[in-house]
Every structure is written in structure tokens, then in C-alpha cells.
């Protein structure tokens, strides 16, 4: 659950968060649920009553929830279909900080400027229930880019890592403290793109010796940094 402000005390939960208590959780008085701000903070809670319209919550003292070191980025080209839905759920319960959504050259999905902004915020909105879903006290962001070089461009310092089925080095993260995994659509990065995120100090990774999907790829490479991190 994510309310806008968390703090001790009675909180009256109502809309979707109370649908999701009473029908999907079948949540009853007296039951305890653990509330998330989607920033960082995260409280116990007693549920005190459930009406038609809302769930009442007696909410303990909330605590500070210290962010996941390294901080990973997924630099997610747009995926056909339900794949790219898959992806964002996955990347989020696998550990990704933060989602940030381009159009590949081998992308079959393409944004029209009058939808983007509505699409990004679905993306956020699927973001935040599978944060929801998987206990996250975060939300990963997700942003979009208009070109491979802008989402370049965006990036702080880091190691870069790019997936590339042709590459025999294993993903390794070492000391560092921030992570952007790049990865390609379902026809794969072109040799453009590959060539211009290696300039940008990509390093180039593989997963193994099959062929991976695009919703596949960068989920199982942020769940290895997560796993090498125990964070």
C-alpha cells in the first residue's frame, strides 16, 4: 500500500487501495498490513474496520527504509505487447531503481508525441502496483527518452553494461555503487546502437549461451546484480 503522506496514526484507505484489501487481500479487522510510502518509508498496521467505502487503519510509527546499494537502471527499449507490461512488473520486483523507456531501431513499438505522455504514466501506474505487490518500499521511476542518445545523455557516472548475446564476459559489478544495464528489443540493438553505447563506456555482457526475450534479458541481468549484492 502506498499512501501520499505516512505518519502514525488513523489513516482512512480508500479506492483502489481499499478494493485491493478487501478483495484481492480479504482483509479483515484485526489484521496487520505493512504500509509503504513508495519514498523510502514503511509502517506497520492494524486494520481497526472496513466499510463499503473505505478500510480504517490504526498505523504504528513509520521508519526509514535505507535504499538498495547499488542503484540500478534498466534502459528498456519499447516491447511489443503485453511483454513490455512483463517487463516493467518483473524489473520492479527483481530490484530496478529506476525504468527508462527509448524506442530502439529494431523496436516494433513506436510512441506517437500525443500518447506518450498518457503511455509513461500507465507505465508509472503498473510501476506502482507491482511495488505494491512485491513489498517495495520504493517506487522505481520510469522516464522516457526520445533516442538511444538522449538516455545516454541523462545518465550520472556509473558502470554501464550493455546485453549483448554475442558477448562471452559474464556480468560482473564489482565496488560500483550505481548500475545502468542496456538491452535490445525483440530484433535485438542494431550495430549502430551497439556501437554507440560502447563509446559511451558500455560494457558488453553476456547472459549465457541461448537467446534470451526481450522482457527476459533485462530482468535476469538486474536479478544477478541483486543477488552478487545481497541487496
Same mark, same amino acid.
Given at each position: 500500500?502506498? !499512501? ?13 487501495e481499499h478494493h485491493y484489501l478487501g478483495r484481492s487481500r480479504r482483509a479483515r479487522p484485526g489484521d496487520v498490513v505493512e504500509i ?9 498496521? $492494524? ?11 490504526? #498505523? ?10 547499488? #542503484? $540500478? ?35 516494433? #513499438?513506436?510512441?506517437?508525441? /500525443? ?43 556509473g558502470l554501464r553494461l550493455v546485453l549483448d548475446p554475442s558477448s562471452d564476459a559474464a556480468l560482473a559489478t564489482g565496488e560500483a555503487?550505481? #548500475? ?10 542494431? !550495430? ?15 547472459? /549465457? ?15 544477478l546484480v541483486r543477488a552478487a549484492t545481497r541487496s
Amino acid at each position: 500500500m502506498a !499512501p501520499a503522506v505516512l505518519v502514525a496514526g488513523e489513516l482512512r484507505v480508500r479506492g483502489d487501495e481499499h478494493h485491493y484489501l478487501g478483495r484481492s487481500r480479504r482483509a479483515r479487522p484485526g489484521d496487520v498490513v505493512e504500509i509503504v510510502d513508495g519514498q523510502g518509508r514503511r509502517a506497520s498496521a $492494524v486494520i481497526d474496520r472496513i466499510t463499503e467505502t473505505e478500510t480504517v487503519l490504526r #498505523v504504528a510509527e513509520p521508519e526509514l527504509y535505507a535504499a538498495a546499494c547499488p #542503484v $540500478v537502471r534498466a534502459l528498456l527499449p519499447l516491447i511489443k505487447g503485453d511483454r513490455m507490461d512483463l517487463a516493467l512488473e518483473k524489473l520492479v520486483e527483481v530490484g530496478a531503481d529506476a525504468i527508462v523507456v527509448w524506442p530502439a531501431e529494431h523496436s516494433v #513499438v513506436r510512441l506517437d508525441a /500525443g500518447k506518450r505522455d498518457a503511455r509513461i504514466a500507465k507505465y508509472q501506474a503498473m510501476v506502482q502496483a507491482a511495488a505494491r505487490q512485491c513489498g517495495r518500499a520504493q517506487v522505481p521511476g520510469v522516464s522516457y527518452a526520445a533516442d538511444l542518445a538522449t538516455a545516454i545523455a541523462a545518465l550520472p557516472a556509473g558502470l554501464r553494461l550493455v546485453l549483448d548475446p554475442s558477448s562471452d564476459a559474464a556480468l560482473a559489478t564489482g565496488e560500483a555503487t550505481d #548500475v545502468t544495464i542496456a538491452s535490445g528489443p525483440e530484433g535485438g540493438l542494431s !550495430p549502430l546502437e551497439l556501437d554507440q553505447l560502447v563509446s559511451a563506456g558500455f560494457v558488453s555482457v553476456g547472459l /549465457g549461451p541461448r537467446l534470451l526475450r526481450a522482457e527476459t534479458a533485462p530482468t535476469i541481468a538486474v536479478a544477478l546484480v541483486r543477488a552478487a549484492t545481497r541487496s
